[in-house]
């Protein structure tokens, strides 16, 4: 059970949020894309700005030329203006941004070129390098954008935009087997200053020596992470709590596997 931090905890937590800065080595802090990466953050409030064209085709183009493994480039991305996003869901893009994409696992289009007889019945794997390459091309446009001046957030659930309502999306985008949502990235021009960094593990936590083995977190590392965390989202979600949120998703999580394991399934119904 989660427990809510005291006030004194909620204050440092906030602070050590707001005060906590990237760790780029003083000779590399010059370097214009790592200060782009660095910069990136998930923003959740736009201006009435739209996008040129120009600069959103090159945020797509940007995810097409993503890696990919043995380069199958299994994504599809379903583009939306706020005028068709709209009209295909009953609801504005999420945070009033005007430009969205909603980014999928494409399996489909695969099977297309080679023929399902040249893919062994490997649905987990299929599945999972789906999502991996899918998942390359979601950054490369989220820091092509972040490059151009355009600011953006990559959302699960929030407007029933991910993962987590894939059924949904299957069925308002007539997606055939093999074709699954993942996330749906927001874009627009930010409104007010961007937000700080969310609370992040330390480095020593996430990243170990090959040659010594995994290492597992140091007492009080995980403790305090996740007292940033809701201090940080209730400090952002006035009406709402961490633990609220996390209620969400564990009353959606049932569903969307029983979605996503029939999602798999189909894959293979043709063969």
């Given amino acids: 059970m989660l427990r809510t931090p005291g006030l004194f905890q909620f204050i440092r937590s906030l602070w050590r949020i707001v005060s906590r800065k990237p760790q780029v080595p003083p000779s ?30 090159a945020i797509l183009e940007a995810g097409r030329v993503a890696p990919s493994t043995v380069n199958l ?7 939306f203006t706020a005028a068709s996003w709209r009209e295909t869901f009953d609801h504005p893009i999420p945070f009033k941004a005007l430009r969205a994409v909603i980014i999928m696992g494409d399996t ?39 490059a151009l001046g355009v600011s953006s957030v990559m959302l699960s659930e929030t407007g029933q935009s991910g993962l987590l309502d894939a059924e949904y999306l299957a069925d308002r985008l007539h997606l055939p087997p093999g074709v699954f949502p993942l996330m749906t990235i927001v874009f627009g021009y930010a409104a007010g200053a961007y937000p700080p960094m969310p609370p992040r593990l330390p480095m020593e936590t996430v990243c170990f020596d090959g040659a010594t083995g995994y290492r597992e977190p140091a007492p009080g590392v995980l403790e305090d992470w996740l007292a940033q965390m ?31 394991n029939e999602a798999i399934h189909r894959i293979h119904t043709r063969e």
């Fill in 28 to 57: 590399l802090q010059g370097n214009a894309l790592l200060n782009v990466i660095m910069r990136r953050r998930s923003v959740r409030s736009y201006r009435s700005d739209d996008i040129p064209e120009d600069v959103f085709s």
């Fill in 73 to 79: 480039q299994s994504w599809s991305f379903a583009t």
């Fill in 108 to 146: 489909h289009r695969d099977r297309l070129a080679l023929g399902a007889e040249a893919i062994a019945h490997s649905p987990m794997v299929e599945y999972t390098i789906a999502v991996m390459n899918a998942s390359l091309a979601t950054m490369a446009m989220n820091i092509a954008a972040e």
């Fill in 230 to 260: 809701i201090a940080g989202y209730k400090a952002s979600h006035l009406t709402s709590s961490f633990q609220a949120q996390l209620h969400l998703y564990q009353s959606k999580i049932g569903k969307a596997e029983a979605d996503l």
